[in-house]
Every structure is written in structure tokens, then in C-alpha cells.
């Protein structure tokens, strides 16, 4: 159903006119939930119900996110050799750029600073395009 377009979400049956709103149903429900105004909800598709962005969802597609990750990472890590001079700094928590780069053995290597301009440097070389099937986008590198 999803290959063919056809997964009865509020976007396709409001297409084929089976109900008159194309808002998330789950989001709809979350908020009712919460008691706050349910204006402006996203399009329910099939992309939307599978993401953290659907306030139905959210905590579980979170959840088995992190879920997953956590197994990749701990895989990863047993299967280092010994040898190895790769380095897994977040295993027991989640970090972002910001808490990491206030360790010192990260402030030795460059800045924060640097490190995201090196960053855009990079993204600015990078031809982005606009996939030709359902909106999908690619990345091209410019530069070898």
C-alpha cells in the first residue's frame, strides 16, 4: 500500500473524498489530550506518522530511535579491535556538539568555532538537488 500511494492516511482519503481534513489524527488526539488547540496540523502521510514529528508518535518512534542507536553503538564497540585508535566518547549518555565540546581533550583538537565553519565550508561545496521520485533530495559532493 505504501509503494503504490495508497495507505489510507488522512492526506489519501481526503484525496479520494472520504473525510474533509487532511490534519494528523494522532496529532489531533495528542492535543486534544493535552487540552490545546488542534488549528494547523501537519498533513497526516505516511513519512509524518513514522516520525518523531507526529505528536501521536513521537515518544516511540523516540524511543526505538534511541532504542536502536544504542544497539548499533554498543555493537560497534565490542567489535573494536584492540589496536584500534577510534574512540567512542558518548557510550553510556547522548551528547550534542555543545556538551562535548566542553571537554578538554575536544577543545585540543579545535574549537567549536572552527569546527563548524569547517563544517559549512563543506556544506557549501555540496549540490544539493531535488530527486525526481516523491520529493526525495540528494546530496552530491562536489569536491573528491
Not at 564497540?77 to 584500534?84: G, M, P, R, T
Amino acid at each position: 500500500m505504501v509503494v503504490a500511494g495508497n495507505t489510507p492516511t488522512a492526506s489519501f482519503l481526503t484525496k479520494i473524498g472520504k473525510i474533509q481534513s487532511a490534519g494528523c489524527r494522532l496529532c489531533r488526539i495528542a492535543r486534544e489530550a493535552r487540552r490545546e488547540n488542534t488549528d494547523g496540523l501537519a498533513a497526516e502521510t505516511h513519512r509524518h506518522i513514522n516520525s518523531a514529528g507526529c505528536e501521536g508518535v513521537a515518544t516511540t518512534v523516540t524511543a526505538a530511535h534511541h532504542s536502536i542507536w544504542r544497539h548499533l553503538y554498543d555493537s560497534m564497540h565490542a567489535a573494536q579491535k584492540l589496536k584500534s585508535k577510534l574512540k567512542f566518547v558518548t557510550l553510556d549518555k547522548e551528547s550534542n556538539m555543545s556538551t562535548m565540546w566542553r571537554l578538554e581533550e575536544f577543545l585540543r583538537i579545535c574549537s567549536k568555532e572552527e569546527l563548524a565553519e569547517k563544517a559549512q565550508d563543506i556544506e557549501v561545496s555540496m549540490n544539493v538537488t531535488k530527486g525526481k521520485r516523491h520529493g526525495t533530495t540528494s546530496i552530491q559532493c562536489l569536491s573528491s
